[in-house]
């Protein structure tokens, strides 16, 4: 899907030849000078500037596929931000699909000639590869929220003219096109508004730029694959990880929850990297990080609609930003012929009617504790029957469904109360009840809860009082 010469233009005459490199050059440094006054303008909170940049910024100096007319209909092209003295706002809801890219020599027609010769496959800066991060984005000014879905890339799900396959494979068959009506057909027509591929090598080049990223690892994890110089050495506790050890973090699949593991780490350092860096003093540097990384970005996203998206994060509220995963399970050994993660059709109405506005035939109602799986995962290393007041505080008000799961690695000042399924509502609900702790919308707590409370060191605080007015 990369754009290349043709052999017709390169047997053009030198005079001509030269002519339209030199156009060329100019017209790209004139789209890179616009993208970097766009980028630094972020900074700036000005109607000033705001008309200064509204100028001429329609180029998407990041793209790197040549899409056809068919393709680029996968997208919808309608206008997402303000113009003029808006540039930096959203109009409208934006659906933006995010692909992070592994691609080794085998995965590509012409691979480069200096990987031919070598004792193992490196990662080639290509985007043809399998899709192994696969999420979907929504930027939403109405509700003020960031909403991000991951779908595990063993998700068994048809692919138009391919068949059934698991869908990290519809970027090779089609690349970003075929995966965004692929990824609409299963979230049952989300529409998708952009794209954005990002490979390997790019994502530890991207960390480094930004600083690395201050994160817990939450075990010990050691790996070695020869034959694509994998190396994953790192020790369980909070550090500050380089690019390439937060890299090791993000590509670790190899416990007992594989693929589903990693999502959960990846939603970890997702949102270690926004609390850390989405802020006005880093967005002023995005435009040397962008020139950085932008050999490894492919993206149908304009200079003006990059300033919008990343001028909303920085205005977002941290508790709006929501980290989802698609809802589904495990395949049984035996069941297929691969193992897949099978999507739930049902969950998935459910979760797309309540956070991308899409419309389903079950009728929302509010979820009935009594019905409501609630793991406990304990960080404060106490004994378990510290835990019983809290278990019985939960039974009082209607809770049946309780059970206590692996123990939650991370030491916590402040429990965690993890909707695990997106009911974020649920969550809250649980939080009144306890009078204690913070609700996360996201995928990091035990995969069969609908809830999980990950307790912290301020249940211990909270334990008298729980138990007083358990006595009454």
Known sequence: MTIQRSSAEENQSGKASKSNKKISQNSKSGRWLWFWVGMSGIAMVSATAGALLAVSLTSTPLQQAQLSPQEEAAFDGDRISGGVMRFSQLTRPVNLLVMGMSVLPPDIQNPPQDTK???????????????????????????????????????????????????????????????????????????????????????????????????YVPKNMKYQDDSQHLYINLKAGKQHLNGEQALQLLRFRHDELGDIGRIQRQQMVIRALMDQTLNPATVAQLPKVLDVVKDHIDTNLTVEELVALMGFG????????????????????????????????????KLMAQHFGLESEQEQQATDPRSLRVAIQDSTGGDRSNLQPLIRALEKSGYRNIYIAKAWGEPLEVTHIVAQQGDGD???????????????????????????????????????????????
């Open 314 to 349: 920085v205005r977002t509220n941290r508790s709006n930003m929501q980290m989802l995963m698609l809802p589904g399970r495990f395949s049984e050994k035996g069941e297929f012929d691969a193992s897949y993660w099978l999507p739930s059709k049902n969950g998935i109405a």
């Open 117 to 215: 010769n070598l004792k193992y496959l490196p990662q080639v800066n290509s985007f043809d590869g399998l899709s192994d991060v696969m999420l979907l984005l929504k930027f939403d000014p109405e509700t003020k929220k960031i909403i991000m879905l991951s779908i595990p890339r063993d998700t068994r799900t048809e692919i138009e003219g391919y068949g059934v396959k698991k869908i990290n494979s519809a970027n090779v068959e089609g690349g970003p096109a075929l995966t965004a009506r692929t990824v609409s057909n299963l979230l049952g027509g989300a529409g998708i508004d952009r794209y954005i591929r990002i490979n390997v090598l790019g994502v530890a080049k991207l960390i480094d730029a930004l600083g690395g990223v201050t994160v």
């Open 426 to 472: 649920s969550a809250e609900s649980i939080r009144e009840t306890l009078g204690f702790g913070e609700v996360r919308v996201e995928s990091t707590g035990n995969l069969g809860s609908d809830v999980s409370i990950q307790v912290g060191q301020d249940w211990l605080q909270q334990k008298s009082i729980l138990e007083k007015s358990l006595s009454k």
